[in-house]
């Protein structure tokens, strides 16, 4: 989603990831703002609950994203202690301001 302007509202169009990828709030992004993209990239939804099985989702929002997995010093320093299946790394993800479809779809307060 990085070809659009950030801190802009966003209208995303795709449908719940499927064969195991990603979780229940990932969305595998066929359009932005009615726009198809060449290659669809799949997003997590922050903010609703989960995606239903094939079926078209559109939500209007934005970009944002989170910090993810153990930094390397700390997983040294807690002498392997914890673990995480992810690297340290940023994540986007998406917050959903409204939903367009489906109407069961509801955004967590």
Do not use: C, W
């Amino acid at each position: 989603m990085s070809d659009f302007v950030a801190s802009r509202t966003l209208e995303i169009e795709g449908r719940r990831t499927a064969n195991g990828r990603g979780t229940p709030y990932t969305i595998n992004v066929e359009k932005i703002n009615g726009k198809v993209l060449k290659t669809p990239i799949s997003i997590e939804i922050e903010n609703i609950g989960q995606l239903p099985k094939d079926e078209t989702v559109i939500l209007r929002g934005y970009e944002t994203g989170r910090m993810t997995g153990i930094p390397e010093r700390v997983y040294k320093e807690e002498n392997d202690q914890i673990h995480s299946s992810m690297p340290f790394q940023f994540v986007r993800t998406f917050r959903s301001t409204r939903v367009i479809t489906p109407s069961s779809l509801k955004i967590n307060k």
